[in-house]
């Protein structure tokens, strides 16, 4: 008895794999002894494996019983060191699910997937980006790279936590930034000297766009004299944070009920948005697609950042346009069929 307490001891020790290994090769030579000492009990090898695990299992349907002294020596066996070892590879399973969890908590798993949104520096803005994203496309798969130690949204089974430095190879590595969608950068909230913040996110997004060119990155930058730095980054989108959120207020102060209309475009949870259509074969000039569209309760506003198209209804439409309306979601799901 002392031996196998020993024994067992010992096991607690084994790594994952070591306990799995024994544990199956403790239950297959259990059979096989069970078979050799009864088989006219058991019949065939399958049945005494099958009445090994449900005696480890403390199952014991009785379909199944040792008949023998020696059978029954055996079943003695199972109870005392069998069922231990089962419960240590049970235990073992769940510590190593609840490990999986905490590793994914602390940002120490690497993302597997493609066509996700990574998010750079956790903060309220990136909070609200999340919520905006998920209201848009639920299934979506999201990765936050931030440099805390704990995983922002863990309740969230789609949103991804990768902790570390987000200018570092390896950390974006992890977040399969090269197989991502697209990638958008807050300014780090933690800086308060603008300029610095700016600087560690024009690191970030130099190292993006060295891995990843063909991602799209957005970023935030909070002084607009760095905007001609982050172009030559090669930056696609950018957004001025403190400059916006300055002539919104005017706007709203200067021409009443202004802020409503950018609200509204600003969020897809109500009412119109802005999409991109893509040319159709019939259209030949922005006329043409202006008026189409207008007749089937969409608005053509743009060509990429061109918004005087509508000045323009002559004017052919060139081979690289990308055209964006003003619709509500049932109208732009009906023009793309």
């Known amino acids: 008895m002392y031996f196998f307490v020993r024994l067992l001891l ?22 096989s002894i069970a078979y050799g ?8 090898w399958f ?27 055996l079943t003695l066996f199972l109870y005392i060191f069998g069922i231990g070892l089962l419960s240590l590879l049970i235990g073992k399973v769940i510590d ?32 609200y980006a999340v919520e905006e994203i998920l209201s848009y496309r ?8 931030d440099e805390s130690d704990r995983h922002p949204l863990h309740h969230r089974g789609n949103v991804h936590f990768i902790s570390g430095d987000p200018a570092a190879d390896d950390v974006l590595e992890q977040a399969e930034i090269s197989k991502a969608r697209s990638a958008i950068v807050f300014a780090d909230s933690r800086i308060d000297e603008a300029a ?16 990843a060119p063909n991602v799209h990155t957005t970023v935030e930058i909070v002084q607009e004299k760095n905007v001609q730095n982050f172009r ?37 949870r109500h009412g119109d948005d802005i999409y991109e259509i893509a040319v159709q074969p019939g259209w030949r000039t922005y006329g043409d697609a202006f ?20 000045r323009k209804l002559s004017v052919p439409i060139p081979s690289d346009a990308r055209l964006y309306i003003i619709a509500d979601e049932a109208t732009y799901r009906q023009l793309i069929g």
Do not use: C
Request: avoid cysteine; hydrophobic fraction near 45%; proline fraction near 1%.
């Open 10 to 31: 010992k096991t607690m020790r084994f790594k994952n794999m070591s306990v799995l290994t024994t544990v199956l090769a403790f239950i297959v030579v259990s059979a």
């Open 37 to 44: 000492l009864e088989p006219k009990t058991f019949h065939t």
């Open 47 to 73: 049945n005494a494996l099958y009445w090994v695990m449900t005696t480890m299992s403390t199952v014991g349907y009785g379909d199944f019983f040792a008949k023998t002294v020696a059978g029954k020596l």
């Open 96 to 127: 190593g699910v609840a490990g999986i969890q905490r590793q994914r908590e602390a940002g120490r798993l690497s993302f597997q997937g493609e066509d996700h949104i990574i998010i750079v520096n956790w903060s309220r803005k990136a909070f």
């Open 138 to 145: 639920p299934e979506a798969e999201i990765v936050i790279i």
């Open 196 to 211: 610095l913040a700016d600087g560690k996110s024009l690191l970030i997004v130099s190292s993006i766009e060295r891995i």
């Open 232 to 268: 030559y980054a090669n930056v696609n989108e950018f957004v001025l944070s403190h400059d916006a959120i300055s002539r919104l207020a005017v706007r709203a102060a200067l021409q009443e009920g202004n802020s409503e209309i950018f609200n509204q475009l600003l969020s897809r």
């Open 291 to 310: 008026r189409e569209l207008l007749e089937r309760g969409a608005t053509l506003i743009s060509d990429r950042g061109d918004l005087g198209i509508n």
